[in-house]
């Protein structure tokens, strides 16, 4: 908030370089928002997908969780006004790879009940694979990103 008052007050004074700082670092956060928005959003998905490949299973709860997962991860990504997306295919799985490490954190609590440690769980699951399949099903349906 204090950056729309300073902004305000920049143009008040005429300083455009000034509020044009101000504009792009607004931008900056509100771009860093949805990602971590698209993130958290992500690591939902891959905890569903890392249970469903661990235990060799699904169950209704994970597959509607995995869909609600892609939808909000769809919808945070795209640009109403603009047209587009916030973040392209090399952006997104670049997200993915960093959410994966909280969700190996959070599966290794839920798959078999606690059962595997972090380490014993990422024996037992292909990364790759896991990455691979979320990003299908967030580009699929996709014209491009």
């Known amino acids: 908030m204090e950056e729309i ?4 007050e920049l143009l008040l004074k005429g300083d455009i370089q000034g509020s044009l700082a101000i504009v792009k670092e607004l931008e900056e956060m509100s771009r860093d928002d949805i ?3 698209i993130r958290s959003h992500a690591i939902i998905l891959l905890i569903h997908l890392i249970k469903q490949q661990a235990e060799n299973r699904t169950t209704r709860s994970w597959d509607v969780s995995i869909r609600n997962s892609v939808r909000e991860i769809k919808r945070k990504n795209k640009r109403r006004k603009a047209g587009g997306y916030y973040l392209k295919t090399e952006e997104l799985l670049e997200t993915l790879e960093e959410a994966y490490l909280n969700a190996i954190d959070q599966a290794s609590l839920e798959v078999e009940e606690g059962r595997y440690d972090v380490d014993e769980l990422e ?4 990364k790759s694979e896991i990455i691979n399949q979320a990003i299908v ?3 699929e349906d996709e014209k491009e990103i």
């Open 137 to 139: 099903l967030i580009l």
């Open 123 to 126: 024996q037992r699951v292909n």
């Open 35 to 37: 990602i971590n928005n």
């Open 5 to 8: 008052l300073e902004l305000k």
